[in-house]
């Protein structure tokens, strides 16, 4: 009997001691509420922060598993599809100058923030033409380079100053309805899909480099297929405002003010080309070789070893005169037929 009735004291006092700590001191209960629920798993967060892997804002920096690798660029964010763990480790999420404060995990928001690229690490294993490193890996850093902003679209493009000509530093990357089945994203077939618009710029048929449409319909044009045009002596074709279609005489005049016969070694980009053909860029142009759409549509080829840029200057019904830069020191000028897609370098009017 002595040992039930110690069993019982000692049961009665346990179940006490537990009603007394699921209470308060007036007896009501203290469930947790959602928010105490999300303050501690942000305290989590801010303890692991030191972690060698960060998350980023999805608004910031997305990464997206599709098969079409592209970097689509902003003033305040760049998107990565395809993003591999050791790509993703190459980048860094700064604030920007607008003095917007970050969240309280510490993951800014796209609105403020922009992306810091370690290009050096990026560039470390590159053998050929890569689509996924950005296209602000590929600028000569020792350069100072000018800006302008399209007004069409608001796309803002380095600029450079060459001897007398100030050039786009940059491929054309502009796209309206009427350049619908005229201008493409390197391998893809469709003219509204924009991976690697962003990082090479769009390749463009001669008819809507020299933007034939509008010229058509300011009566200032009389050409169509297998017809030599009659063309005005400044062809505004496709550019911004403010910028024009380069003509022959204008690409040579290039060639000239860079040293002649050695002009590619010098307007080629420092990277980018297959195996250690690329330039010197010393003057900038930063010349990628972001290949070409061929003329019958059945394929995109040379991305690695070729780029061409359209002139404004016609060499036939049948084509037109482009600037080659290849896997070589020269630069040259040749003729192509106008349903090529090639590059477009807009020069300042």
Partial sequence: MALKKS?????????????????????SSSPVTPSDSEESSSSVDAANSSSSVKKES???????????????????????????????????VIPSSSGESSSSTGEAASSSSSVELNCSALLEDEFGWDWNIPKEC?????????????????????????????????????????????????????????????VAGRLYTWAAAIDSAKLYNDKSIDCGHR???????????????????PTLAEWNTLFT?????????VLKSQTGWFDNYGGTDDVGFTGLPV???????????DDAFETRFWS?????SYGAYY???????????????????????????
Avoid at 257 to 265: E, I, L, M, Q, R
Avoid at 312 to 316: H, R
């Fill in 7 to 27: 069993k019982s004291i000692i049961a009665l006092a346990i179940s006490s001691l537990l009603l007394l700590a699921a209470c308060d001191d007036d007896g």
């Fill in 257 to 265: 003010a860079v040293g002649g016969s050695d002009a590619g070694k």
């Fill in 312 to 316: 404004a200057t016609e060499y036939s």
């Fill in 138 to 198: 590929r600028f000569n850093p020792n350069i100072t380079y000018g800006t302008m902003t399209d007004s069409r679209d608001k796309k803002v493009y380095k600029t450079i100053k060459i001897g007398a000509q100030t050039w786009m530093a940059e491929n054309l990357n502009y796209f309206d309805k009427a350049l619908n089945d005229r201008s493409w994203c390197f391998g893809a077939s469709n003219s509204t899909t924009t991976a690697n618009c962003a």
């Fill in 58 to 92: 999805s608004s910031s920096v997305a990464t997206a598993n599709s098969s079409s690798s592209a970097v689509e660029g902003s003033s305040s964010s760049i998107v990565l599809e395809n993003s591999s763990s050791s790509l993703m480790s190459s980048f860094s």
């Fill in 323 to 349: 600037m080659d830069l290849f896997t070589s020191d020269d630069a040259s000028v040749n003729t192509g037929n106008k349903h090529y897609g090639f590059s477009v370098r807009c020069l300042q009017n």
């Fill in 291 to 301: 290949g070409i759409r061929n003329y019958d549509g059945d394929a995109f080829d």
């Fill in 227 to 245: 017809k030599t045009c009659t063309l005005p002596d400044t062809v505004y074709g496709v550019c911004p405002p403010g910028w024009h279609l």
